[in-house]
Nanobody, 115 residues
Framework: QVQLVESGGGLVQAGGSLRLSCAAS????????RAWYRQAPGKQREMVAG???????YYADSVKGRFTISRDDTKNMMYLRMNNLKPEDTAVYYC?????????WGQGTQVTVSS
């Protein structure tokens, strides 16, 4: 079992920045991939950014050049730096890890971008 806790969400004006954090319980051993997803009201959950154990990184086209995913395996943490935020980035952001072929999700953190 892996427990995940996100933090760092909040209300920000368009053009502003936030950094989300995701703390995972236990050791980072066996975690194959980590990712950030988001879900806006009335929309499906979508993957925003992901990072594999080998360090391969994926970004959704909508956030390329603005968001940066990173991780600290020594602390079992993952981060999402979000710059130049837009109102369309408003959503609940979730972190996910894959360990032993199982997916684990956090409870989500709200990000609201005002115009």
């Amino acid at each position: 079992q892996v427990q995940l806790v996100e933090s760092g969400g909040g209300l920000v004006q368009a053009g502003g920045s936030l950094r989300l954090s995701c703390a995972a319980s236990g050791s980072s051993f066996g975690i194959n991939a980590r990712a950030w997803y988001r879900q806006a009201p009335g929309k499906q959950r979508e993957m925003v950014a992901g990072i594999s154990r080998d360090g391969n990184i994926y970004y959704a086209d909508s956030v390329k050049g603005r968001f940066t995913i990173s991780r600290d395996d020594t602390k079992n943490m993952m981060y999402l730096r979000m710059n130049n935020l837009k109102p369309e980035d408003t959503a609940v952001y979730y972190c996910k890890v894959v360990r032993a072929s199982s997916d684990y999700w956090g409870q989500g953190t709200q990000v609201t971008v005002s115009s």
